[in-house]
């Protein structure tokens, strides 16, 4: 039987494709990087302190005020074969430190009692939203949209990486390097990505997948 | 287009210095270990830092853990 890959294998070739999704697409120079809790491992761009709040720039445009914070929490599944992404964290922000924040998308697998695995944070207002959260207040602490979490799926089907580098560019909040490769470029990440979950959801439920393959074949 | 960096080697770090940045999360996020227990449970986090606080926290419960 093959040795299975280690922890710090995967996660090193996990940021390695994180970090060229990044580089070939809307962000020059990023280099994020693994670190090992023993057991846990961070991506994150300060290994030393991967709960440091910074981000890194979008775009090549310098006229442009948009950072990313990018952080991964990995480790083995239950099989100690394939690795998982236990919590993640995308951040939006107008500067590095990421206090003039815009929003985030905040993923932690396995939540209790009905919560979303992954949700969205936006710091804003609106009169309707105000409105509404006036009316629904029954404690004494204020709420705000931005304290509102936002569901946005579960595990399998959460929102990804490429899917926020389409916003930025779709939205254009910023240009990617090459117009004609960044559709690509997404797409073939986004497909792996899609690939993994389907064999991830088909290793926990084989029975449905075997149904499912007699059915469709 | 900047060409794509090799993945620099993993950083670890000993028991004390795993401790150490616990301690600054903790303190960095601006609530108690108990309050970010609390929005961990049903990963309702306050702020951005509460819960990179917490990832941090609680891969040195399960790192430290292992080594007890």
New interface residues.
Partial sequence: MAKSPSL?AL??AF??EI??LL??TVC????L??????????VSLN???????RGFKVGSDSKTNLYL?V?F?LSLDDSDQYLMVR?S?F?LARDPE?TD?LF?I?Y?RD???G???A?L?VIGRSDAWDALLTETKTGKKPKSLG?L?LPTGGTRYRPTLEDLLEFLVYEEFCAP??DEKFESIVAESRAEFARKQLRAAIRRDLETAKQAVKDFS | ????????P????DLH??RS?RD??IQ??GFTIDELRQQ???????T??A???W??V???E??SG??S
Avoid: C, I
Avoid at chain 1, 33 to 42: I, L, M
Avoid at chain 1, 47 to 53: D, I, T, V
Avoid at chain 2, 1 to 6: D, Y
């Fill in positions: 710090d996660s090193r940021v390695a970090n060229s580089n070939t020059d120079n990023v280099v990087q693994t670190s090992d809790w023993r057991g846990t491992y961070f290994p030393r302190n991967p709960a440091e709040r914070l952080t929490q919590s964290v951040a990421m924040e985030h905040d932690e939540k209790q009692d919560y979303s695995d949700h944070q304290k979490h390097h090459d | 287009m900047t060409a794509v960096h090799a993945t620099d993993t950083t670890r770090m210095e795993r940045v600054m999360a960095s996020s961990a449970r049903f990963n309702e986090f306050e951005l830092q819960k990179l606080s990832m941090v609680s891969a040195f399960r790192s292992e080594e």
